[in-house]
């Protein structure tokens, strides 16, 4: 994997959502978006923990980067609703097309199946796509610290406010921690993996929760496999955990769910 992965992937989103303007002007797509929905509460859902003592958001995940195909002809419908029956607390899609197969069709399908929330996960650098988000249904949207400035955070954070989204604010280390806690981010998800370089190492979410305000929710990503792994995060008082991989590998996923949320040994 070259170190310059995301400054490449964030070049083709420029490029995506320029095309996307062509076809939708961002005014007639604010217009859409806008309008009232019903959406799902994600946020509010990992406030506490679980009655486990443990909340899950499972992703649909088809490939990555790293990995290549991680499940093909994956069926977001069947995959949601084995989530829900394994007890998630909500659900990831992804929707990136070049680099993870994902497609907005795989968030609407999964949302349709299910009652829990859905996170958008996406490169998001654009008012236009938080506007689109909007349109797709997603009841969140992930904002990445590394690839916005602190003001388009802070616009970004409003602009999902306004549209009654929640947003999982991504940082991987101390600054861009920093820059999240000025732009008033509450819930951070920290990725154990680096996103330059793909490297994971799980203690990262470990270290940087203990930094985090009172008032602030962790959420550690990336490389969480094992009940061993959830239980030595939770005993650092992290109890969320966004988890993708290793459900979509597993050949019974809501069974497996039940596993790491402790619901049997």
Do not use: C
């Not at 921690?177 to 680096?194: F, H, S, V």
């Not at 305000?213 to 990336?222: C, F, L, N, R, T």
């Amino acid at each position: 994997m070259k170190k310059d992965f995301l400054s490449k992937i964030v070049e083709h989103k420029k490029q995506e959502v320029a095309a996307a303007q062509k076809r939708i002007p961002e005014n007639r797509l604010r217009n859409e978006a806008i309008m009232p929905r019903n959406r799902r509460p994600f946020a509010k859902r990992l406030e506490q923990p679980g009655p486990s003592g443990v909340n899950i958001i499972a992703e649909i995940k088809r490939a990555s980067p790293s990995k290549g195909v991680i499940r093909k002809d994956l069926d977001p419908a069947a995959y949601a609703s084995e989530y829900e029956r394994g007890g998630a607390a909500a659900i990831s899609v992804l929707t990136d097309r070049m680099h993870f197969q994902g497609s907005f069709e795989d968030l609407k399908t999964a949302r349709k199946a299910t009652t829990l929330p859905v996170l958008r996960k996406d490169f998001l650098i654009s008012s236009y796509q938080i506007y689109e988000s909007s349109v797709l249904g997603a009841d969140a949207i992930l904002l990445i610290v590394r690839i916005l400035s602190q003001e388009q955070l802070q616009d970004y954070l409003s602009l999902a406010h306004e549209l009654k989204m929640d947003a999982l604010v991504e940082i991987h280390s101390e600054k861009d921690l920093e820059t999240a806690t000025l732009a008033g981010a509450k819930l951070i998800g920290i990725n154990n993996r680096d996103l330059g370089s793909f490297k994971t190492n799980i203690k990262t979410a470990v270290r940087l929760a203990s930094l985090l305000e009172p008032d602030q929710v962790p959420v550690a990503a990336s490389g969480i496999k094992t009940w061993k792994d959830i239980q030595t995060n939770k005993e650092m008082g992290i109890y969320n955990f966004l988890i993708g991989e290793s459900l979509v590998r597993a050949e019974n996923p809501a069974e497996f769910l039940k596993f790491l949320l402790g619901g049997r040994s």
